[in-house]
Structure formats: C-alpha cells, structure tokens
C-alpha cells in the first residue's frame, strides 16, 4: 500500500504548480514550460481548444433565438450589468453565473468571472498601453498607498519581451506619460480624430491624441505565424472568440505553446482550496483542489507555485491557507492580506455631434478606439482629487433614414437613407485610490457549493472618484468645444466597481514587509516559493489598463523564479 501512495504522489508532483490559465497564468505556463519545468496549470473551469471551442463566432445575427439580447430572468442568474459590451447572447457560454461561487457583496459589487481555459482573456478589450514612471512614482509623490518596488527602468524590458510575442499594434508617439513599445502597424483614426489630435495640440501643450495600442494582429510576424494566428479580420465580434487568433488571448497563443513544449498538465474542472504550507521546512509545498465534478478533494505539489487565479479569486485562495504558522491567511503576518484594493472607474461619458468634415465617413470596421493619455496631475498636485484619469475616444457617422412624406415618398426616404453628422464619443478610464477599508475577506459560516468559504467584499466609490468624474466633464467639454464640437452631453453610467474587470490589490507588492506582501520580484516576503503576479500584486492602479503589465510583470518573475531554482534558493 505505501508503494501505491508513493506512486500517487509521485504522479502528482511537479516542478511549478500554475493557478490560473487566463492573461498572466497562461504567461506563466509558457515560460516555466519553455525553461523546462514540468508545470501543471489548474483551471476551475472547463477545457476550450482554440477554435474548436468558439461556437458562436461564425453566427450571423439573426441566427441567434433572441438577437444577441439577453433575456431579462437569465441577466438576473448572471448579475452583469446587461448594457455591458462583453454580456450578449453571443458570450454567455463564457461567463459565470452567481450561482456557481456566491459571495457576500457589503455594497454593490458586480463580480464578473470567466471559468474556462483562457479566462478572462478570451473577453478582454485588448487595449495594451505600458505604464510608466509616472505611474510607478505615484504612490511616493502623493503619500497614499505603499510605494511600488519597483520602476519603469526594471519592466521595460519585459514589456518588450512580452509585446513581441503578444503582438501590438500603436504608433511611436513620443507621449512622457506613454511609453512607447514594440509595435506592429497601427490601426487608422478617421479624419475627424485626426482632427481632434490637430485641435488639441493647437490648444494644449500636454493634452495628446494618440490610436489606441491593441494586442491585434495587423501585420504577423513569423513568431505568430509560428504560433498558428493570423492577420487580423476586422470583425469586431472578438469577445466570441477570435478563430484566426487574430488578437491575442492565452487560449489562442501562450497555452497551445506551452504544450508544445511537452512539459505541460493542464488540469480543468480545478477549484482551488488553498496553498500548502509546510512549517517544518518552511515553505510551500503544493495546492488543495475541489475537483469540480467529483468534488473530491486532491493535492498536488512543486517547488514553486504561482498564484495567477484573478485579483479576487487570488486573495480568497490566499485567505484560505491557513496554518498554524499563518493562520490568518498565507504569509499574512502583517494582517494586511485582501486589504487596499483597488479598480478602474468607467463612470464617465461624454458625447457630442459634429457638422464638419461631411464629405467624409468611415469605411469597414476597426478593433480599436483612439485614446487620451492622462494629463491631470502628472507633473504637480494640480486639482481637488488625486491621481487622475485617461480617455478612449471614437468617432462615427451612421445612416439617418427620414420618417416624413406619405406613400411611394416615404417608402423612398426609408429606402434611400442619408449620413447624418459625425457623433463624438469618449469614455473615462479613471484611477480609484487603495484604501484599508477596501477589502475582502472570508465569511466564517458561509460556504460555497465546493465547500470553501463566501468572500465578502467591501469595495465603493469615494468622494475623490466623484470629483475626477467632475473634472473628467468639466475638461473634455472643454475639449470638445475648442474642436467644434456640438450638442455636447455628459453622463453618469453608475455602473458598479468589478464590472469593467479591472480589479486591483489585496496581496500588494512593497519594499517593506511590514506594508507589503509580495517583494519586487513577486515573492511573498513570508514564503518565498509563491509568486502572485495577477491584479492582486498591483500597489496602485494607474490610469493605464493593466493586463500587459501583468504580462510583463509575470515573465520577469518566472526569469527569476527560475535563477533562484538554479541557485537552490527555491
């Protein structure tokens, strides 16, 4: 018998333990298993193969029952906001409903998840823009939350590293507060964000106008040939599932090489329980799962292990392994552990109307937006509110059929419609501020349907994210009237933090162990064979989106995760 349990544990051994294949846990799998690293990726959600598994992204509209709309009972299993451009009738084989993890909400908390190979990744908005010092400095210029451990000098690299692979398209721009990357040809603004980029350089010295930077393929290189993608085809249905791997997504591009390297396990159906800690030899030794169908509990085990489960998912788990040695949650001697999170606030929006350029219109469609780089607060401490906010702006120009006349008129009208005036659109990307009281943590009664403990979680806007919204209406109105704009209308989406995905924090990186849970390298500072390198790392969220950072951030801890072994640190 102990020949069995010595062949089991063996069968169940591995050099990494990956949690999470989505945006960063797919990275990871793809450098351990290029280093050699046997490397086993627990997934919670089911197996997809890259376009095997895409079912509804050849559908033409009308093949679907109800449109694309969302009935109103089954928007309430989901709890996503139905106006949310990833939540149609054509994604929801992607999504999660509540019922599958419940969790406390202490106020409004819309908790968007994707169980599947690939996760999230599959339903990103592709925006890739590097952080920069600017960004990285924050925290240190103006005092609010830990100052990050390291600076743009440090990732560059990464990105760079990352970009090639990923593939990026965007202009050198030559913008302080946006770095520029390794780039594939950019997507074209149409002529009235030409002319807005003109306007604003007439009227400002630091208001940029820049085409968004976007992990689509414009024009492959050999290295994504080699990965089995193609050219972007200017769908604009990514969020189903992108058959040509037209635009980057962990299913499409770093799992599939992975296992061709041979050195990968991917284990679906995987809910993770928690990490085990050995006290005696004072590490890490494995993960705890709930099989998913069985619910059989199983334990598997490495030398070293990445925690890449999504920013919430990634505290829980954490959270959840307790030991005598840390019994408030792994490597939580500091009790800050689920504490300072943090999100981005999409609240604000601004239209508006323009009667120039009419011998113009767009033609075909484009993956992409033009983008605003931050300008508020950069330099100095300027305005009422802290850190400061970035922009998507776009612009199009649709057919206004006509409703007057009667008879053979009217049908004429309808038949033959006109172009109306060009209509302006911009959206707020803003950064909220990480405070102790936004947190989570775990519920002491309340389980889930695998037996592991409700998460509460308590995260709200504040009166600084009231006055950026301010001021986010206040300058683009401006803006728009310096361009001509007209008919310029603000609004308030009220939309709940968590459903734009971009949660942040909780198990922070630091300098100093007494205010930080992970060190510059992503270790936890208290168990130094854990890496965490999904939004759950982030000290602060930058007005930027996040996902190349937590790329790039992944593959430089891997290189040292994997120095460290050779040095047998690990």
Same mark, same amino acid.
């Given at each position: %018998?102990?020949?069995?349990?010595?062949?089991?544990?063996?069968?169940?051994?591995?050099?990494?333990?990956?949690?999470?294949?989505?945006?960063?846990?797919?990275?990871?799998?793809?450098?351990?298993?290029?280093?050699?690293?046997?490397?086993?990726?627990?997934?919670?959600?089911? $197996?997809?193969?890259?376009?095997?598994?895409?079912?509804?992204?050849?559908?033409?509209?009308?093949?679907?029952?109800?449109?694309?709309?969302?009935?109103?009972?089954?928007?309430?299993?989901?709890?996503?906001?139905?106006?949310?451009?990833?939540?149609?009738?054509?994604?929801?084989?992607?999504?999660?409903?509540?019922?599958?993890?419940?969790?406390?909400?202490?106020?409004?908390?819309?908790? %968007?998840?994707?169980?599947?190979?690939?996760?999230?990744?599959?339903?990103?908005?592709?925006?890739?823009?590097?952080?920069?010092?600017?960004?990285? *400095?924050?925290?240190?210029?103006?005092?609010?939350?830990?100052?990050?451990?390291?600076?743009?000098?440090?990732?560059?690299?990464?990105?760079?590293?990352?970009?090639?692979?990923?593939?990026?398209?965007?202009?050198?721009?030559?913008?302080?507060?946006?770095?520029?990357?390794?780039?594939?040809?950019?997507?074209?603004?149409?002529?009235?964000?030409?002319?807005?980029?003109?306007?604003?350089?007439?009227?400002?010295?630091?208001?940029?106008?820049?085409?968004?930077?976007?992990?689509?393929?414009?024009?492959?290189?050999?290295?994504?040939?080699?990965?089995?993608?193609?050219?972007?085809?200017?769908?604009?249905?990514?969020?189903?599932?992108?058959?040509?791997?037209?635009?980057?997504?962990?299913?499409?591009?770093?799992?599939?090489?992975?296992?061709?390297?041979?050195?990968?396990?991917?284990?679906?159906?995987?809910?993770?329980?928690?990490?085990?800690?050995?006290?005696?030899?004072?590490?890490?030794?494995?993960?705890?799962?709930?099989?998913?169908?069985?619910?059989?509990?199983?334990?598997?085990?490495?030398?070293?292990?990445?925690?890449?489960?999504?920013?919430?998912?990634?505290?829980?788990?954490?959270?959840?392994?307790?030991?005598?040695?840390?019994?408030?949650?792994?490597?939580?001697?500091?009790?800050?552990?689920?504490?300072?999170?943090?999100?981005?606030?999409?609240?604000?929006?601004?239209?508006?109307?323009?009667?120039?350029?009419?011998?113009?219109?767009? *033609?075909?469609?484009?993956?992409?937006?033009?983008?605003?780089?931050?300008?508020?607060?950069?330099?100095?401490? *300027?305005?009422?509110?802290?850190?400061?906010?970035?922009?998507?702006?776009?612009?199009?120009?649709?057919?206004?059929?006509?409703?007057?006349?009667?008879?053979?008129?009217?049908?004429?009208?309808?038949?033959?419609?006109?172009?109306?005036?060009?209509?302006?659109?911009?959206?707020?990307?803003?950064?909220?501020?990480?405070?102790?009281?936004?947190?989570?943590?775990?519920?002491?009664?309340?389980?889930?349907?695998?037996?592991?403990?409700?998460?509460?979680?308590?995260?709200?806007?504040?009166? $600084?994210?009231?006055?950026?919204?301010?001021?986010?209406?206040?300058?683009?109105? *401006?803006?728009?009237?310096?361009?001509?704009?007209?008919?310029?209308?603000?609004?308030?989406?009220?939309?709940?933090?968590?459903?734009?995905?971009?949660?942040?924090?909780?198990?922070?990186?630091?300098?100093?162990?007494?205010?930080?849970?992970?060190?510059?390298?992503?270790?936890?500072? $208290?168990?130094?064979?854990?890496?965490?390198?999904?939004?759950?790392?982030?000290?602060?969220?930058?007005?930027?989106?996040?996902?190349?950072?937590?790329?790039?951030?992944?593959?430089?801890?891997?290189?040292?995760?994997?120095?460290?072994?050779?040095?047998?640190?690990?």
């Amino acid at each position: %018998m102990s020949y069995l349990n010595i062949d089991s544990i063996k069968e169940r051994t591995f050099d990494a333990i990956v949690i999470g294949s989505g945006m960063s846990g797919g990275w990871a799998a793809k450098d351990l298993t290029e280093k050699g690293l046997k490397t086993l990726v627990l997934e919670r959600g089911r $197996n997809i193969e890259h376009v095997k598994d895409y079912p509804t992204t050849l559908k033409n509209p009308w093949e679907f029952e109800h449109l694309g709309q969302v009935p109103k009972a089954v928007i309430e299993e989901y709890k996503i906001p139905s106006r949310h451009y990833i939540f149609s009738e054509s994604t929801l084989h992607f999504l999660v409903k509540d019922a599958e993890q419940e969790y406390v909400q202490e106020h409004p908390f819309d908790w %968007m998840r994707a169980y599947q190979v690939g996760g999230r990744s599959l339903l990103w908005a592709r925006q890739t823009q590097r952080w920069s010092d600017f960004d990285f *400095e924050g925290p240190a210029r103006d005092g609010y939350a830990t100052d990050w451990p390291i600076r743009y000098a440090d990732i560059a690299p990464w990105y760079s590293y990352v970009e090639k692979f990923a593939g990026i398209s965007g202009n050198r721009d030559g913008v302080p507060t946006l770095p520029d990357g390794e780039f594939l040809p950019a997507h074209e603004m149409s002529c009235v964000e030409k002319h807005f980029k003109q306007q604003m350089s007439i009227h400002y010295k630091d208001r940029y106008v820049v085409m968004g930077r976007a992990a689509h393929l414009t024009q492959p290189k050999d290295i994504h040939y080699k990965q089995g993608r193609a050219q972007c085809q200017n769908r604009v249905i990514c969020e189903r599932g992108c058959p040509y791997g037209g635009y980057f997504s962990s299913a499409s591009a770093t799992i599939p090489w992975a296992m061709r390297t041979g050195k990968l396990t991917l284990r679906p159906h995987s809910v993770v329980h928690s990490v085990i800690y050995d006290e005696k030899k004072q590490k890490a030794v494995g993960v705890r799962i709930v099989d998913a169908n069985t619910k059989e509990m199983i334990e598997y085990y490495a030398r070293i292990i990445f925690v890449n489960a999504s920013t919430v998912n990634s505290n829980l788990i954490l959270l959840n392994s307790i030991s005598n040695r840390f019994p408030n949650g792994l490597g939580n001697d500091n009790g800050i552990l689920g504490k300072y999170m943090a999100f981005h606030t999409f609240r604000g929006r601004i239209t508006a109307e323009y009667d120039g350029l009419l011998d113009s219109t767009t *033609e075909g469609k484009r993956p992409n937006s033009s983008y605003v780089p931050r300008f508020r607060n950069v330099y100095k401490q *300027e305005t009422d509110f802290l850190r400061g906010y970035a922009a998507g702006f776009s612009t199009s120009r649709g057919l206004v059929p006509s409703g007057t006349g009667i008879g053979e008129d009217l049908k004429s009208q309808l038949m033959q419609p006109k172009l109306g005036l060009w209509q302006i659109n911009s959206h707020m990307m803003g950064e909220t501020i990480p405070k102790e009281v936004s947190r989570v943590w775990l519920d002491k009664d309340l389980k889930d349907k695998y037996g592991i403990p409700q998460l509460h979680v308590s995260v709200q806007y504040d009166d $600084n994210d009231d006055k950026m919204l301010k001021d986010f209406w206040e300058q683009f109105s *401006e803006m728009y009237s310096k361009a001509g704009f007209k008919n310029i209308q603000t609004s308030d989406t009220k939309r709940n933090p968590g459903s734009e995905n971009h949660e942040m924090g909780g198990v922070r990186m630091g300098k100093d162990p007494k205010t930080s849970m992970l060190n510059k390298w992503n270790q936890m500072h $208290n168990c130094k064979n854990v890496f965490v390198t999904d939004g759950a790392c982030m000290p602060s969220t930058s007005t930027q989106n996040p996902s190349l950072t937590y790329m790039a951030l992944t593959a430089r801890a891997v290189d040292h995760a994997i120095k460290e072994m050779k040095a047998q640190r690990l």
